[in-house]
């Protein structure tokens, strides 16, 4: 069993939408998060969830379109994804952690990644 494992990713139009999950199994954590790989870049965190108070974070560009939430009695994590843009397709990851931050390097799991490919 992964200590994280995503699924829900899929090709969409342009507009569409997709919502992404993530089981939990690694133990408690209190940040969860949402990072978004394109070819040739590095992460980049999309949203953040913090179990303590429900507090969220989301990039400018998916603010108002993307909602995190999580569901504790099933363990899950949420993307929901919607009005999906080009500029939004790559490969998306689950990671957990103890600190809020937007760096990687400050979650301690990782999913093995799910892709959502946006196109017109």
């Known amino acids: 069993v992964q200590p994280l494992e995503e699924s829900g990713g899929g090709s969409v139009q342009t507009g569409g939408s997709l919502r992404l999950s993530c089981v939990a199994s690694?133990?408690?954590?209190?940040?969860y998060g949402w990072f978004r790989q394109a070819p040739g870049t590095g992460r980049k965190a999309v949203a953040l969830?913090?179990?303590?108070?429900?507090?969220?974070y989301y990039d400018p560009a998916v603010k108002g379109r993307f909602t995190i939430s999580r569901d504790p009695a099933r363990n899950t994590v949420f993307l929901q994804m919607n009005n999906l843009q080009a500029g939004d397709s790559g490969m998306y990851y689950c990671a957990s952690g103890y600190t809020w931050s937007l760096l990687t390097s400050a979650f301690d799991y990782w999913g093995q990644g799910t892709q959502v490919t946006v196109s017109s």
């Open positions: 969830f913090s179990i303590s108070d429900n507090g969220t």
């Open positions: 690694e133990g408690s954590r209190h940040i």
